[in-house]
């Protein structure tokens, strides 16, 4: 299961084909009976020999707990799969509309208007949230930087790197459309 970590979803992915419970949820007889000995060996001294184990034996050499995890394939599969269908919708209508191609700074009404726009051409019926919701998901979404404007949040793509990639210009432009189109509303 994603890990909320702050602004981010952590993901830790083991596999393992032992089979710990049966069909209905139990845990299986042989599974009990090596819990009820090995659990307080862990709890006593067993978690020293994990720690000497860890320092003395394992090379973590080249281990830098300030860096991001490496995104593996498996990685990609289980983030794809954890989405929401309409995490999905958000994510793939913006890679896939045209007009965001070209463009830096976005609102999240842009944003949710793409995604019923695109979930309308492909014929997907996916309820999408409202803007407040969209925005809370935009900041776990490694693709989107959000940015505090004077009047309102705007998102900006993410290189990937930490990087924003709009500039000054680019936020305060979007900034005084903003201002024009509220004051059309008004």
Same mark, same amino acid.
């Given at each position: 299961?994603?890990?909320?970590?702050?602004? $981010?979803? @952590?993901?830790? /992915?083991?596999? +393992?084909?032992?089979?710990? @419970?049966?069909?209905?949820? @139990?845990?299986?007889?042989?599974?009990?009976?090596?819990? +009820?000995?090995?659990?307080?060996?862990?709890?006593? =001294?067993?978690?020293?020999?994990?720690?000497?184990?860890?320092?003395?034996?394992?090379?973590? +050499?080249?281990?830098?707990?300030?860096?991001?995890? /490496?995104?593996?394939?498996?990685?990609?599969? %289980?983030?794809?799969? $954890?989405?929401?269908?309409?995490?999905?919708?958000?994510?793939? +209508?913006?890679?896939?509309?045209?007009?965001?191609?070209?463009?830096?700074?976005?609102?999240?009404?842009?944003?949710?208007? =793409?995604?019923?726009?695109?979930?309308?051409?492909?014929?997907?019926?996916?309820?999408?949230?409202?803007?407040?919701?969209?925005?809370?998901?935009?900041?776990?979404?490694?693709?989107?930087?959000?940015?505090?404007? @004077?009047?309102?949040? %705007?998102?900006?793509?993410?290189?990937?790197?930490?990087? %924003?990639?709009?500039?000054?210009?680019? %936020?305060?432009?979007?900034?005084?459309?903003?201002?024009?189109?509220?004051?059309?509303?008004?």
């Amino acid at each position: 299961l994603p890990v909320q970590s702050h602004d $981010s979803r @952590r993901l830790f /992915p083991i596999w +393992s084909d032992f089979k710990p @419970r049966d069909a209905s949820g @139990r845990p299986y007889e042989d599974v009990q009976k090596f819990w +009820s000995r090995c659990w307080p060996w862990m709890k006593e =001294t067993g978690w020293r020999h994990v720690a000497y184990h860890l320092l003395h034996e394992v090379d973590l +050499s080249d281990f830098d707990a300030g860096e991001p995890p /490496p995104v593996t394939a498996f990685l990609q599969e %289980i983030q794809h799969y $954890s989405m929401t269908n309409w995490e999905e919708l958000v994510v793939t +209508s913006f890679r896939e509309n045209e007009a965001f191609r070209n463009r830096t700074v976005f609102t999240s009404k842009e944003i949710v208007d =793409t995604a019923a726009l695109y979930a309308g051409e492909h014929q997907m019926a996916v309820k999408l949230p409202g803007n407040k919701l969209i925005a809370r998901y935009l900041r776990t979404c490694p693709e989107f930087i959000a940015i505090r404007t @004077r009047g309102s949040m %705007i998102w900006t793509r993410n290189n990937l790197e930490g990087r %924003i990639l709009a500039t000054k210009g680019h %936020i305060r432009a979007h900034e005084v459309l903003l201002a024009e189109m509220s004051a059309q509303e008004d």
